[in-house]
Each structure stands twice: as structure tokens, then as C-alpha cells.
């Protein structure tokens, strides 16, 4: 049986098997992240270009940059980045971390997703630095509730067209999609939203 009272440590908006349906292949893994990464708009993980293409095959890499001739994934530039921690366990991981009110620890991701505990403590940090950013802080003062999740690439590997296209397109309070995670956070009777944007 499940329990919604307030306080209660983990809050589900997704249900465990709706996660695993979503994330069932590498495939679908990797094509969710490029939604949330790219917005649509395919963008090189080296130097922030748009002129790409797809390589045949996908190799070595399943994109390349005709800007900087680099090949590049949805992973290059991003807290996935030199892993070979498959992307189904990056979902789930990042899921597992935002949905835990108390944090999830290293032993208990291990034990979750079939990791070492060592890799398991690399993705928490990883993602925890995606999350708060460098000056970040994760004293919110009360219980924080995840609505959704944005994880982004850094913006400082972006072009300048593209910080511009995306500063353009939304103000401050709103950041892109690409760039941002939403937490509600709730404090007491009343309840208010901020955007925690990601470096
Ligand atoms: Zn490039």
C-alpha cells in the first residue's frame, strides 16, 4: 500500500514500472536524454555547433561536427561524460537521487541499479554537481518535491548563436528546458516554485 501524507521520503510521480517501460533499451535511454540535452536541436559537445550530421553506422561516435570535425554523443560535454556506465542507469540514477528526499546513498544505488558502489558514489556526485551547480547548496529548509527533471549540457560549451538563440526564447525566471531542473519546493501551507539552473 502506498501513502501520499505530506512528509512521507519518497514522493513517485512516475511509478517504478512506468521508469522501467520508459527505460527499457539503450535506444530509448539515449534518445531521452538527446530530448532533454538538445531540445530538438542537435548541438556539438565540443564547441556548442549545430551543423551536424549522423555518421554512418555510428561510429566511432553516433554524431559529428562539421564546425569542429569532432565526433560526439549525447553524453560529450555532459555529467555523462567519460563513463561507460550504460545511459539506462543514468536514468534510473538521476530518478532514484531526485525522487529520495534523504538522498540515496551509495549502497543502496549499487544495489539498485548493479554497479559497484564505487561507480554508484561517482554517478551520485556527478549528478549532484548537475544538479546544484558549483555554488549550489542542497539546504532548501524544508521538503523539496521534484516535479520534473531537466539535466542540461553546459552552457559554456555552447556557441555564442546558441546561448543567444536560448537566452532569446526565455526569460530568467523560465530557463531552457536544455539547462535547467525544477524543483517545487514546499514550505509550510503555501508553496512556491524556483528553476535550479544547471552549469
Ligand atoms: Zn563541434
Known amino acids: 500500500m502506498s501513502q501520499t501524507a505530506p512528509g512521507k521520503s519518497h514522493r513517485v510521480g512516475m511509478t517504478l514500472m512506468q521508469l522501467m517501460d520508459k527505460f527499457s533499451t539503450e535506444a530509448a535511454a539515449?534518445?531521452?536524454?538527446?530530448s532533454i540535452f538538445w531540445d530538438g536541436k542537435r548541438c556539438c559537445g565540443h564547441c556548442g555547433g549545430t551543423n551536424t550530421h549522423e555518421t554512418p553506422?555510428?561510429?566511432p561516435q553516433p554524431y559529428r561536427c562539421r564546425?569542429?570535425?569532432?565526433?560526439?554523443s549525447v553524453r560529450t560535454?555532459?555529467?555523462?561524460?567519460?563513463?561507460?556506465?550504460?545511459?539506462r542507469k543514468w536514468?534510473?540514477?538521476i530518478y532514484l537521487c531526485l525522487t529520495n528526499l534523504k538522498g540515496?546513498?551509495?549502497?543502496?544505488?549499487?544495489?539498485?541499479?548493479?554497479?559497484?558502489?564505487?561507480?554508484a558514489w561517482f554517478m551520485i556526485h556527478r549528478i549532484r554537481e548537475a544538479w546544484l551547480g558549483d555554488g549550489g547548496s542542497d539546504d532548501f529548509g524544508g521538503p523539496v518535491e521534484v516535479d520534473e527533471t531537466y539535466v542540461g549540457g553546459k552552457r559554456a560549451n555552447m556557441s555564442n548563436a546558441r546561448r543567444k538563440e536560448l537566452?532569446?526564447?526565455r526569460s530568467a525566471r523560465q530557463p531552457s528546458p536544455a539547462s535547467r531542473t525544477t524543483t517545487r519546493i514546499r514550505s509550510g501551507r503555501k508553496s512556491s516554485a524556483t528553476w535550479i539552473p544547471i552549469r
Open 67 to 72: 564546425d569542429c570535425r569532432k565526433y560526439f
Open 167 to 169: 537566452a532569446g526564447a
Open 30 to 34: 539515449a534518445e531521452w536524454f538527446e
Open 57 to 59: 553506422n555510428r561510429k
Open 91 to 93: 536514468a534510473i540514477a
Open 77 to 87: 560535454g555532459t555529467l555523462l561524460e567519460s563513463s561507460r556506465i550504460p545511459l
Open 104 to 119: 540515496v546513498s551509495s549502497m543502496k544505488l549499487h544495489r539498485d541499479i548493479g554497479v559497484t558502489q564505487k561507480t
